[in-house]
């Protein structure tokens, strides 16, 4: 089946826009080779018919075949489009503040894991309120903290759900 | 009337003073992570779910499905004040909605919006009070072949409905049956695609799926547009409310037009998002004044909203009877239910009446009060988006951090969180939906489950998918779902033919 999108979008590429033709043959590259993953576990784990029946990889197997189908039909048609294809994935403008969320998200997930939560939540939250959003000092430390403060309360003492917590919150005893 | 009689045992149980609590919390917190960007009905009720382990289910509830009727509700007020749709539902609402604000006319729109919003709600909740039983009734013949093509026919309709291309359907879906086979089989006990990683034995939950995909991808979406909030103020007085109520009935054919879109697309896991756009087209094409539409007319706000609120509310159907959901949202209370304890399914109303009748009764009273919140409240909701966005982003991303992580107290989770925003942000900007993927993950282990008994049952051969009428039909449905885009392509090049 060929897809019916071909939808108007020539709009036209600036200068260091990235084309939507790249990341699509990107992403339905890596979706295949998933594809292939399933289609082989699946197979290591059994694909018929055992003493109690269907085996493990009996229906994952088929899930893998049509994902692979199908991942395999938007990689062709990209291809086959790869020239005429002038859609704008993103433009430069519009990437850097991605990337300006993205990077300061993948640290704070990194130092959630040594440092539990409050610390680089509070980090992370006065980091974008001085960096983008040009606070003075106090607001930006009240807020940063605060808000870390009110999730303690909230989830700690009052739901009883426990965080993680970090070396900080040991020696202060938690 | 047996319903009647159910429904008043159910008044009963949502009418005691800590459940209307929980209903207000619940459409407090709802219209909340509604007007917010990066929070939704889905993620929201995902990140809130673990903390009502410890609560009565039909509490839990309650609140949940409040949670959702608020996010409905707040979703407009972002559309029609800044011309931010708040939810991907509320986007129609904009087209005429924000015109509307700038035009001084805001009050009319959002008193427009609320009142159709309620009206949609509430011909779905009452299509659901006397369908649901009779449905449920219906499907305590099901056997496991029956459950598959009904679970079949779900997932055909996602390929045949949606606006994206159906080989990008189909992959959203694979992916997220495939990551629901990961991890232990429960039938054989075998691992599958763990790769001896100990972190992928209890496989992947949907709820840090959904948080990501939602939640975080959402949010650097909104950093590409670059958010700056330029919004009309907005007062809400009983006059201008009753004004607008006078100008309403002249409309009920468009009432009538969308509820009944917004039901069958929710029924059928349309969802809400294409119900409100297609019941936009369809207003503006029946309109006697096609041109006035996106310059600030009534009736576009009327028909998406009635259409999203309608779709919302009737996704809870099929979710209730059959144990399958008929969007995100309904997905994330599904997999609150199991949590509780409770098998959702035709039983469900055998078993646990109260529950269920609790719940239905609570969401007639939950779009009062949310009506009713909603109209009052206005303005002070409206401050919430005057808060810069380099607040906002960083806290909604602590929020989705720890509802990621209490979900099972695991790191691993916030890890995945980040990578299925990461795939959120991809999928948005490449056109893949990522609905059927959410509710792929939620059905897959039943749906394979299903698959295998029928499979045991036939030694094997398909032929039990049309071995009696019941099974055969919803097969061949299912089917005809799947393929009804080329239906649609025949048809339409006949007419093209017939009409020079």
């Known amino acids: 089946m060929t897809t019916p999108h071909d939808s108007p979008e020539q709009e036209e590429a600036s200068a260091g826009a990235t084309l939507t033709r790249g990341p699509e043959l990107v992403v339905g590259l890596i979706i295949m080779g998933l594809a292939g993953m399933v289609i082989t576990d699946s197979m290591r784990v059994g694909i018929g018919w055992g003493d109690e029946g269907p085996q493990a990889g009996y229906f994952p197997f088929y899930i893998g075949l049509i994902l692979l189908a199908a991942s395999g039909t938007v990689v062709v048609t990209t291809l086959l489009k790869w020239g005429k294809s002038q859609a704008v994935f993103a433009t430069r403008e519009e990437l850097v503040p991605v990337f300006q969320m993205l990077v300061p998200m993948v640290i704070y997930v990194v130092a959630m894991v040594f440092l539990g939560i409050y610390l680089p939540s509070a980090i992370l939250i006065g980091y974008f309120m001085r960096h983008h959003g040009k606070f003075a000092w106090p607001p930006s430390l009240g807020v940063s903290i605060g808000v870390p403060l009110t999730f303690f309360l909230v989830f700690e003492k009052w739901f009883l759900v426990p965080l993680p917590k970090g070396p900080i919150e040991n020696m202060l005893g938690f | ?500």
């Open chain 2, 1 to 500: 009337m047996d319903e009647i009689n159910n429904l008043f045992n159910g008044f009963a149980v949502a009418l005691t003073l800590p459940n209307i609590a929980y209903m207000l919390i619940g459409i407090t917190l709802g219209v909340l992570i509604g007007v917010l960007p990066g929070l939704g009905g889905a993620n929201g009720i995902a990140i809130l779910l673990p903390l009502t382990f410890s609560m009565n289910p039909t509490s839990a509830i309650i609140m949940l499905s409040c949670i959702y009727w608020g996010a409905l509700f707040g979703g407009a007020i972002t559309s029609i004040l800044f011309n931010i749709p708040g939810e991907p539902w509320s986007v129609a609402t904009t087209f005429d909605g924000y015109p509307m604000a700038q035009q001084g006319k805001a009050a009319q729109a959002l008193t427009a919006a609320f009142t159709s919003s309620f009206i949609g709600a509430f011909f779905a909740v009452a299509l659901i009070t006397f369908l649901a039983p009779v449905l449920a009734k219906f499907a305590l013949n099901f056997g496991p072949a029956e459950y598959f093509a009904v679970q079949l026919l779900t997932f055909c309709s996602f390929v045949g409905m949606s606006k994206e291309p159906p080989a990008k359907v189909i992959v959203s879906m694979m992916l997220g049956f495939a990551l629901a086979a990961v991890g232990m089989d429960t039938v054989t006990g075998q691992l599958r695609m763990t790769y001896g990683f100990p972190v992928l034995l209890k496989g992947f939950d949907f709820l840090i799926a959904v948080i990501g995909l939602f939640g975080i991808g959402e949010i650097l979406l909104t950093m590409e547009e670059g958010l700056a909030f330029k919004g009309k103020s907005a007062k809400l007085n009983p006059k201008v409310v009753w004004e607008t109520w006078k100008t309403l009935p002249q409309y009920w054919l468009t009432f009538l037009r969308s509820t009944a879109i917004g039901c069958w697309m929710g029924i059928t896991p349309g969802g809400a998002t294409p119900a409100s756009f297609m019941s936009y087209g369809i207003a503006q094409r029946m309109s006697k004044d096609p041109e006035s539409f996106g310059k600030g007319q009534i009736e576009g706000v009327l028909a998406p909203e009635t259409a999203a609120h309608a779709a919302g509310t009737s996704a809870l159907l099929p979710m209730l009877t059959l144990g399958i959901p008929g969007s995100p949202t309904a997905a994330v209370l599904l997999g609150g239910l199991m949590i509780w304890g409770l098998q959702p399914g035709p039983m469900l109303f055998v078993e646990h009446k109260d529950f269920v009748w609790g719940l239905i009764a609570s969401m007639y009273l939950g779009n009062i009060v949310g009506l009713l919140v909603v109209l009052t409240t206005v303005p002070y909701w409206a401050a919430f988006l005057r808060i810069p966005f380099s607040v906002i982003a960083p806290v909604i991303v602590v929020i989705c951090a720890i509802g990621a992580y209490t979900v099972h107290s695991a790191m691993f989770d916030v890890v995945m969180m980040m990578v299925f925003g990461l795939v959120g942000y991809l999928f948005k900007k490449l056109k893949y939906p990522m609905a059927p993927m959410v509710l792929a993950l939620v059905l897959g282990d039943m749906a394979e489950a299903s698959f295998r008994q029928s499979m045991l049952m036939s030694q094997g051969s398909l032929s039990i998918f049309w071995s009696n009428g019941l099974v055969g039909g919803i097969f061949a449905l299912a089917m005809l779902m799947l393929v009804w885009p080329l239906v649609g392509g025949i048809v339409g090049a006949l007419r093209g033919k017939a009409a020079p």
